[in-house]
């Protein structure tokens, strides 16, 4: 070893010497934290559902399933929370009504839309509902160009939830008044 050099890995280096980013808390590491806590009280409050004498499977089980991936993402959420740098230019908050509606015009369509689902659901039914409800929210939220593409995720997406609750999980779904399905 005598012509060899010593190279000192990464990690060795003193700390002044390497770019050291320190993590920042702020307000998208509030929001991960407050997730964070929701999913744990939402899963103790999971372990007071009945528990009938009947069926194989747990009516506690899809909660639990989505409130332990929920908390997981929220994990994530909060660790690239820290990870972001602070922002420097804060945004001037709306001064008329019509700026603050400019402002949350995608907030108020969400809404607008959801409660139009929620009326034409009886109706339609729970395929047509949601395939006309992803499609609508795609398009007003990611401009009406990608007319096939949000078609597409639509059938695709909510057909595929309708024929796994419908047949493989045996889940009676609403069907709808005018359409029969």
Request: with cysteine; proline share 7%; glycine share 8%.
């Amino acid at each position: 070893m005598v012509g060899k050099k010593f190279c000192r890995p990464a990690w060795s280096k003193p700390l002044k010497n390497r770019s050291f980013n320190p993590m920042s808390f702020n307000r998208d590491s509030i929001v991960a934290l407050c997730l964070i806590m929701a999913s744990g009280g939402l899963m103790v409050a999971s372990f007071d559902i009945r528990e009938p004498d009947y069926g194989v499977l747990s009516p506690a089980a899809w909660p639990r399933l989505i409130i332990i991936i929920m908390g997981v993402l929220s994990v994530l959420y909060f660790i690239q929370s820290l990870r972001m740098p602070e922002a420097n230019t804060p945004t001037e908050p709306p001064k008329s009504l019509v700026e603050f509606i400019a402002y949350w015009r995608n907030v108020f369509s969400v809404f607008i839309i959801f409660a139009a689902y929620l009326l034409a659901l009886p109706f339609l039914g729970m395929l047509i509902g949601n395939i006309a409800f992803s499609f609508i929210l795609l398009s007003a939220l990611g401009g009406w160009r990608p007319f096939i593409l949000h078609g597409l995720v639509a059938i695709g997406t909510s057909g595929g939830m309708w024929l796994l609750f419908t047949y493989a999980l045996e889940v009676f779904l609403p069907r709808g008044s005018l359409t029969g399905f």
